[in-house]
Every structure is written in structure tokens, then in C-alpha cells.
């Protein structure tokens, strides 16, 4: 449970993002705005409509401030643990893929800062909070190796795949991801009245998606039939 005070009022969360470490600062201060409102019942819906917009144009418009940027993640364990034949536990030999690539374990987005830093000469040491700003986050055929993903019954299968660049190397480039930080926040915010105000979301608040009418209307339709 994460508590705290404003304005004389105590508000807290058990599994709100604004508590969870991974999620964009931009997206905690929104959703913790908007529980405020709704906690104090002054919750407006066309107030909020406009809120939303403004940061989707700001978002998009590559205008969000570098401290909205930033993530900042833990180094759990040493970095060379990562990213090693990935080994079946039955055979005790290396998994291999489809393609007969063998299979490496997940590099989280802030592991390869540190290999990228470690390349260029940097140390780092476990429990080091490690910053990052997100690139780009696309779907992909491949995986961060290089190789071809497949789903349970063998099928290609596509995942976004994060890449991360430093602070520094953004500063220079100043290039980042608007898809990703834009929907973090309509995701913690939809989180919400998707149990407050559920008859809003795909109606009212229809233009801060990035959805077609016919997507939509069927989202809405959705949203119905589980009411």
C-alpha cells in the first residue's frame, strides 16, 4: 500500500501505477491527477478530455519534457548473465529455435545500457540504479538476438521489442518514442474509468485513442456485453 498527503487528504493505492517502478513518471503524475479528481468528486469529463489531448499533441509533437523521459531501473545481478544459451533443464543441452538458432536469455532495456556502457569503458556494480530513455518500440519478427519468434504451436509470432538509449545519447539525438510514452499514460488512465466511468472511455473520450471507428465500436461493444 503506497499512502500520501495533499491538501490535507490521504490518498493510496495497493496497485496503482503510480507506485510501480517501470512505469513513465508522465503516466504516474496522470493517473495519481485523476484519482484525485474522481476520490474528490471533481471529476470533469470535459476537462479531462481536454487533458488528454493536450498531452497526446504534446507527446507526439516530441515536446515532453527529458525528466518525463527518463525510467530508472535496478542491476539486480552482474550484466554477463544475461543474454546466455538459454538451457533445457531436461536435456541439459541448449533450447533451440525453429530456425536452429539457439535460444539466449532476455536482456531487460537497462542491461544493455550497461553492456553498451561497459563497451565504451564505463563500470557499473549491482544494485546501481540504471537510466534510460526509450528509443523505439515496435513490433518484430525478431527477438533482441536477432532471431525469429515462435509461438507455442510453432507459428511466427511478433513482440515490441524496447530499445533503449542513454540520457546522454539522447541529449545529442533528442529522439524518442512517442507510441510508448503516449500509451503509457492512456493505459494507467483507462485503467481507471475503465471502473469509474466506463461508459466514457471509447465515446467521449474517443479521440485520445489511436483507433480507427469501427475499432472502436467494437471495443465499446465489448465493454457492453461484460457488464
Not at 517501470?22 to 470535459?46: N, R
Not at 546466455?84 to 536435456?91: A, G, K, R, V
Request: with cysteine; aromatic share 10%.
Amino acid at each position: 500500500m503506497s499512502e500520501y498527503k495533499k491538501n490535507g487528504m490521504i490518498f493510496g493505492s495497493k496497485g496503482g501505477a503510480w507506485i510501480k517502478t517501470d512505469t513513465p513518471v508522465y503516466a504516474c503524475e496522470t493517473q495519481q491527477l485523476l484519482v484525485e479528481d474522481i476520490l474528490t468528486e471533481k471529476f470533469d469529463k470535459d476537462v479531462w478530455l481536454e487533458k488528454l489531448l493536450h498531452i497526446k499533441s504534446k507527446v507526439f509533437g516530441m515536446n515532453l519534457e527529458e525528466e518525463y523521459l527518463i525510467l530508472t531501473k535496478g542491476l539486480t545481478r552482474y550484466p554477463e548473465t544475461y543474454g546466455l544459451d538459454m538451457i533445457d533443464s531436461e536435456t541439459g543441452k541448449p533450447k533451440i529455435s525453429k530456425d536452429g538458432s539457439i535460444r539466449k536469455s532476455p536482456v531487460p532495456a537497462h542491461v544493455k545500457i550497461v553492456k553498451q556502457g561497459m563497451a565504451e569503458g564505463k563500470n557499473y556494480d549491482v544494485g546501481e540504479k540504471i537510466q534510460y530513455i526509450v528509443k523505439d518500440n515496435k513490433e518484430s519478427l525478431l527477438d533482441v538476438d536477432g532471431n525469429l519468434q515462435y509461438n507455442t504451436k510453432g507459428a511466427l509470432k511478433t513482440k515490441k521489442i524496447i530499445v533503449p538509449c542513454s540520457v546522454e545519447k539522447y541529449q545529442t539525438e533528442k529522439i524518442y518514442c512517442p507510441e510508448y510514452y503516449y500509451e503509457s499514460v492512456i493505459s494507467v488512465v483507462s485503467e481507471i474509468l475503465l471502473v469509474t466511468h466506463p461508459e466514457l472511455v471509447y465515446t467521449h473520450f474517443k479521440d485520445i485513442w489511436n483507433k480507427t471507428e469501427k475499432q472502436l465500436l467494437r471495443l465499446q461493444e465489448k465493454l457492453e456485453e461484460e457488464q
